[in-house]
């Protein structure tokens, strides 16, 4: 395995973690489907190609999608719209 596919998976196997603390249900569409796909494996470019957006977009989702779980894990909140 070269090392850049060993650092994604690494990058994705902490998403996971992060992110498995949320209900996805309390998500919208789009951060679940970036959540959805991250979990699967997918590298910022590949999800922003597949949705129809860029992949800064992409990385701003899922920066959000941390600080909410991070949030929600300390107890300060219970949902953030």
């Known amino acids: 395995m070269s090392s850049p596919d060993q650092s994604l998976r690494e990058r994705c196997k902490k998403?996971?973690?992060?992110?498995?603390?949320?209900?996805?249900?309390?998500?919208?569409?789009r951060q679940r489907q970036v959540a959805e796909l991250r979990i699967a494996g997918?590298?910022?470019?590949?999800?922003?190609e597949r949705l129809g957006v860029s992949?800064?977009?992409?990385?701003q989702i899922e920066a959000r999608?941390?600080?909410?779980?991070r949030l929600a894990t300390?107890?300060?909140i219970q949902y953030l719209p």
């Open 55 to 59: 992949s800064e977009r992409v990385y």
């Open 74 to 76: 300390r107890g300060s």
């Open 15 to 29: 998403f996971t973690a992060i992110v498995s603390r949320l209900n996805l249900q309390t998500l919208n569409k």
């Open 65 to 69: 999608l941390k600080t909410r779980a």
């Open 42 to 48: 997918l590298s910022l470019q590949a999800i922003g």
